[in-house]
């Protein structure tokens, strides 16, 4: 059965508190574990929640502040403390380079983890991970609007089809003929008609997710929100503080909801909250004025799946 959810590491924004770490997220997805933005703290987080480093296939890093990459040097020392043998991508903006050379050689440590660093100039599809096979999504990135460089992320499984139990029974076909019919999808059932995958398929419409941090309201986080099933977006701010939001490329918590309500958002996660804040349920208030789909204020080491996939 495959896995798909959000662990939280951590739900702070500048400042961590004494219950709120740092920045870091991993979406578990089939085989496929990317850790988001990896802030101060990652490591410990990582297991405290059970993920171990060798889960790990890719690091997406949305943008070069503090609270998003300094736990970049840790989990790589541990990538290679651990010994971990397949090669993990790290994703980032490429002004951010330097940042990201200074994290990877912050201390000294004996080198054995295989990172292929994937700097990003362009907003569209990263590239894939060298060594791994295709993880059956898309990944891409576009530009958000913060007071550095920074990008959004969005991953899209494509839509296939799922084999009817039923249908299958109706055609006699069992065993191996099913395997050769996803293979080839096309096979010859016991009374020599053939047999398509349109003929035994329902469509199965594919899954998608999307991680927005630091920005203020821009095109790309309403493209990067559409219809997606799980969405993951800062709202750093209350809407009575939307001034300093705007100063410091923010989104405010109705900001937020409002960008998953007109999107079609199934499942919203808000996180990356400031110390101003003590009570997380001002932003349950406010973003439920405007959303009424599934809703996470984010605690450190909260696990948030997936929704059901979309009927067809």
Do not use: K
Request: hydrophobic residues 35%; aromatic residues 6%; negative net charge.
């Amino acid at each position: 059965m495959s896995r798909r959810e959000l662990v939280v590491l951590g739900t702070a924004s500048m400042v961590p508190t004494r219950t709120r770490n740092h920045n870091g997220y991993v979406l578990l997805w089939d085989d496929e574990a990317i850790l988001f933005d990896p802030g101060e703290g990652t490591q410990r987080q990582m297991t405290f929640a059970g993920v171990s480093a060798t889960d790990l296939t890719r690091i997406a890093v949305t943008h070069l502040h503090g609270d998003h990459s300094l736990g970049l040097a840790g989990v790589s020392q541990r990538i290679s403390g651990d010994g971990v043998r397949h090669t993990i991508g790290v994703t980032y903006p490429a002004s951010g380079q330097r940042w990201v050379d200074h994290l990877l050689d912050a201390s000294a440590h004996y080198r054995r983890g295989h990172l292929a660093l994937q700097p990003l100039t362009t907003d569209g599809v990263v590239p894939p991970v060298p060594g791994r096979p295709e993880p059956g999504f898309t990944l891409r990135a576009e530009r958000l609007d913060h007071t550095i460089e920074a990008m959004g992320y969005r991953l899209d499984e494509p839509d296939g089809r799922s084999l009817d139990p039923a249908l299958l029974a109706r055609h006699g076909l069992a065993g191996p003929p099913i395997g050769e019919l996803q293979r080839t999808g096309t096979v010859v059932a016991p009374d020599g008609r053939t047999v398509t995958l349109d003929d035994v398929g329902r469509p199965r419409p594919g899954q998608s997710f999307a991680f927005v941090m630091d920005t203020r309201l821009c095109d790309a986080v309403h493209r990067l929100a559409d219809g997606v099933d799980l969405l993951v977006i800062e709202s750093t701010f209350l809407d009575r503080d939307r001034d300093q939001a705007e100063r410091w490329g923010h989104l405010t918590a109705r900001q937020a909801a409002t960008v998953a309500a007109q999107a079609g958002v199934r499942s919203l996660v808000l996180t990356h909250f400031s110390q101003r804040y003590p009570d997380p349920t001002e932003f349950w208030r406010e973003a439920r004025e405007v959303f009424d789909g599934e809703l996470t204020v984010a605690q450190d080491l909260d696990r948030v799946r997936v929704p059901r996939r979309r009927s067809a």
